[in-house]
């Protein structure tokens, strides 16, 4: 699996946009792009995933560069309860039965 | 629809002791997973099923035994409680196993003493 690099830590300001960056330079053709996140003391949520074309849901927008080789996470208009752990992870579809790993994340704060 | 239930949501347990996790789903989801999570750690795999009637070793599934009921249930079992057991569980759901788009769980805080 592709190896992701993700600040470590964002401010962002309630009702703004949130913008969360992911690096992950290495991903081969055939790997997704997951985004999770985890709210203190709560189950790790999914958020969204692609491939390589831009998608959007009802919780947020993942736009991933031509090259594949950067991804953003886009929360429309962060509230205080978009403050959590946010997983960029990239994994290759069919590989379920590894489970789920979470590297260190971006912590973001959404300031009132 | 209440995703993925799990209960109980706190359990503290004596060392030796033993107790059953219960985990349940109601998106009609083939695939289930137990994971742990450890103060300031990741996420580790314990057991999955694939389908109802599959169950397969993650890993660290050692100390710990899971029962798919039916498609949507999937307990895991202490048999003999430890110290390192202490964690917070996580069941999660997914469509089928090949997809990484898992829905978790609240978690269940367990303390062994």
């Known amino acids: 699996d592709a190896k992701t690099t993700q600040p470590t830590s964002m401010d962002c300001a309630e009702g703004r946009a949130a913008n969360l960056p992911c690096n992950h330079s290495?991903?081969?053709?055939?790997?997704?792009v997951y985004w999770y996140r985890q709210i203190h003391s709560q189950g790790p949520q999914y958020i969204i995933h692609g491939l390589k074309n831009n998608e959007t849901n009802e919780m947020a927008s993942l736009i991933i560069t031509e090259d594949r080789k950067s991804s953003t996470l886009i929360l429309p208009h962060a509230t205080l309860r978009d403050t959590a752990v946010y997983y960029c992870i990239v994994r290759v579809y069919g590989g379920g039965a590894d489970g789920l790993t979470f590297g260190k994340g971006t912590h973001l704060i959404i300031q009132p | 629809n209440a995703g993925v239930t799990q209960t109980p949501k706190f359990q503290v347990l004596k060392t030796g002791q033993s107790m059953t996790l219960q985990c349940a789903q109601d998106m009609n989801h083939n695939s289930m997973y137990w994971y742990r999570q450890d103060p300031g750690m990741g996420l580790r795999l314990i057991y999955y099923s694939a389908s109802e009637g599959t169950t397969d070793k993650g890993e660290v599934p050692n100390g710990y035994n899971v029962s798919r009921l039916n498609k949507r249930e999937f307990s895991l079992r202490l048999e003999s409680a430890a110290p390192s057991q202490t964690s917070v569980y996580f069941c999660?759901?997914?469509?089928?196993?090949?997809?990484?788009?898992?829905?978790f769980g609240p978690g269940t805080r367990l303390t062994v003493t």
């Open positions: 999660a759901s997914t469509v089928q196993l090949e997809s990484y788009e898992q829905y």
């Open positions: 290495t991903i081969s053709g055939n790997e997704y």
